[in-house]
């Protein structure tokens, strides 16, 4: 991974100061930058066009202008036909009042009954704390001699034509100032990007690259993917309304596309005008029912299936950054800011991405977790969410495997709990409950598999059961595993996770718990019949507490079969085995475990006696995750 880009350090008192004065800059500057930003976007947005012209051999002039042209030309073509149909559309418009008035008449009466009955009462408030007549001064004495009033003079026709032309003049510049820009940063957007690589890069010339790759690979993604996801719910709004008898269809059509590049307000705006005209031109409720329906089931198909299908968080933005974008460049640069606030919020996020000052954007604006799955998990537990945190659990196992999750994520997050516990950052009560909730976790998905795998059995049919009924039923060895906490409670829930790994190889698994005494684990030890001894020891005292069990278990039990797991240990791993001896075998992790344990037991199955069933007279967890005849008293 390349190094990140490295500007020059400012303290965080400096950082709030400096984005005080870019943002002062950037809305004082407005008037260019808004024609600038909006030229870059349409340049990553025709780009691609240009880029494919260029590989059929035509000039990067000649291909710039076609594109250009052929682009404008389309939007001026729309905006004309929006603007043809708006000219038909406004002599209509009296005919319909009178049928919008009678609707919502029928529809708010109620309504304004009690509005009426709010304002009457509220001017009789106003009366009663409004000062009398009596007290108020009389016009025309000494103090008030006379009243005064201000005329205007009146506007001359040169002031008309400007308020008239004014607008549009200035509409029409900045549309020739965006062309000019776009063609322009269309020819040079090589010679562009270099000059900005050796101005912002400061010698970091690959992360740089990657930089702008990385923007202009997802605003150009995001612009095409959501033009055409506008471009068709345009379409469809259009047929749609056409076929329910909506007038104007066309006009409808386009502004549903254009205002659709608004989030989330847009769509709604859009339906509001089709809504109501065709509560003006229909006297029952049909059209305005289906008019509602179209809106929102082609919204729903939008947002539910073809948004994430096409480009899914492709943006990296999360949903809530883009209400907050919304709002502060709408603030900052008015209805433009608005159509522009999520491709420049992308803008924003990338540079937050490369640059090591300004991750905090990253973090705020990014839809990436900021939390890995095991600290996600204790987190959870901390705040006191088990809901949440067996959610995530579950989530964890629709990507890997049971192991890979107990291995990365629970046994990480129990050993976070446990090294705060020691250090004295987690009190009594949150550590018993960390631990609780982690075992009632891992008991509730053993329940669960167990259920499943009952389901799956399939009973035996009678002619089947009939032909076994003389056979003898020879059962097949398998092996059987002890697995034995060090001594904390931590410990007894590695231990149940190892087990129930250890079932999924066919292992004849047991898993001792830790309410049993050391002496009384050892007797356990000699009173059933296993091929190989687990000890589970969690840190930070993994090595100390299993070394102590271990001894005894050597002394009392020579020819044992000893594996010890040191789940998560990351320190050398020789010396680890030197402080415990024994000749035990050493893990890290449950999958280690289990290949060492499948190794011990490969030769099991050849064996020609059969094993004695365990049995027990020491306490043993009733929550047990054995299946096997060993695993119950």
């Not at 418009?93 to 008449?105: C, F, M, S």
């Not at 307000?265 to 509602?292: C, K, N, R």
């Not at 009173?527 to 069990?549: E, G, I, N």
């Not at 020609?608 to 049995?615: A, G, I, R, V």
Request: glycine share 6%.
């Amino acid at each position: 991974m390349s190094p990140p880009v490295r500007l020059s350090s400012f303290s965080w008192i400096q950082m709030p100061a400096s984005i005080a004065v870019i943002i002062a800059g950037v809305y004082l500057a407005k008037g260019i930058l808004v024609p600038c930003a909006l030229a870059i976007l349409l340049s990553f947005l025709l780009s691609p066009v240009c880029d494919w012209l260029e590989r059929w051999r035509l000039g990067r002039i000649p291909a710039v202008l076609v594109t250009a042209t052929v682009g404008f030309g389309i939007l001026g073509a729309v905006i004309w036909t929006a603007a043809l149909q708006v000219s038909y559309l406004a002599p209509k418009i009296p005919e319909y009042r009178d049928n919008v008035e009678a609707k919502l008449n029928a529809v708010n009466e109620y309504a304004i009954v009690a509005l009426s009955q709010m304002t009457k009462a509220g001017r009789e408030v106003q009366q009663e704390l409004a000062p009398s007549d009596a007290a108020s001064e009389p016009r025309g004495t000494e103090k008030l001699p006379f009243s005064v009033r201000v005329l205007t003079s009146p506007t001359s026709p040169l002031e008309i034509v400007g308020g008239m032309f004014g607008t549009l003049l200035e509409v029409l510049g900045t549309i020739g100032v965006v062309i000019v820009f776009v063609i322009f940063f269309l020819i040079g957007r090589e010679e562009l990007r270099d000059r900005f690589i050796r101005l912002a890069g400061r010698g970091q010339v690959t992360v740089t690259t990657q930089m702008l790759e990385d923007a202009s690979a997802r605003v150009s993604r995001y612009l095409l993917v959501f033009s055409l996801l506008n471009v068709t719910f345009g379409i469809s709004i259009g047929i749609g309304l056409f076929l329910i008898g909506i007038p104007n269809a066309i006009l409808w059509g386009i502004l549903a596309a254009a205002l659709r590049f608004i989030p989330y307000l847009g769509p709604w705006i859009a339906a509001s005008m089709p809504i109501v005209l065709s509560m003006a031109i229909s006297p029952g409720w049909g059209p305005i029912i289906l008019t509602v329906l179209l809106f929102v089931v082609l919204e729903l198909l939008n947002n539910n299936l073809l948004e994430p299908w096409l480009y899914g968080t492709s943006t990296g933005v999360s949903a809530a950054a883009v209400i907050v974008a919304a709002v502060f460049w709408t603030w900052l640069w008015g209805p433009m800011g608005l159509l522009l606030a999520t491709p420049l919020t992308v803008c924003v996020l990338v540079v937050g991405k490369h640059v090591p000052q300004l991750s905090f954007l990253n973090v705020l604006l990014g839809t990436e977790p900021v939390f890995e799955p095991k600290k996600q998990i204790y987190q959870r537990l901390l705040a006191g969410d088990v809901e949440q945190a067996a959610e995530l659990f579950s989530d964890s196992l629709q990507d890997k495997s049971l192991v890979d999750v107990y291995d990365s994520v629970l046994i990480p997050a129990l050993a976070m709990g446990e090294m705060h516990w020691h250090l004295g950052e987690l009190n009594d009560v949150k550590h018993k409950f960390i631990v609780q909730s982690l075992k009632e976790m891992i008991q509730d998905y053993s329940d669960r598999r167990q259920e499943k795998l009952a389901k799956e059995v399939i009973p035996a049919t009678p002619d089947s059961a009939e032909a076994s009924a003389g056979a003898e039923i020879v059962p097949t060895p398998r092996a059987r595993i002890l697995c034995l906490p060090a001594r904390t409670e931590a410990d007894e829930i590695t231990a149940m996770m190892l087990a129930q790994v250890l079932e999924a190889a066919d292992l004849d698994v047991q898993a001792v718990s830790v309410t049993s005494l050391a002496n009384e684990i050892v007797d356990i030890v000699g009173q059933k019949t296993a091929d190989v001894v687990c000890v589970s020891a969690t840190p930070p005292a993994a090595v100390m507490h299993a070394r102590y069990l271990c001894r005894r278990l050597s002394v009392r039990f020579p020819g044992v079969k000893l594996v010890v797991g040191l789940w998560g240990a990351t320190g050398e791993m020789t010396r680890a085995r030197d402080r415990i001896g024994c000749g035990a075998i050493l893990v890290s992790t449950l999958a280690d475990a289990q290949k060492e344990i499948s190794t011990l037991t490969a030769p099991h199955a050849s064996l020609p006696t059969q094993q004695e069933p365990l049995q027990s007279s020491s306490p043993i967890n009733s929550a047990s995750t054995g299946t096997g005849p060993g695993s119950s008293d």
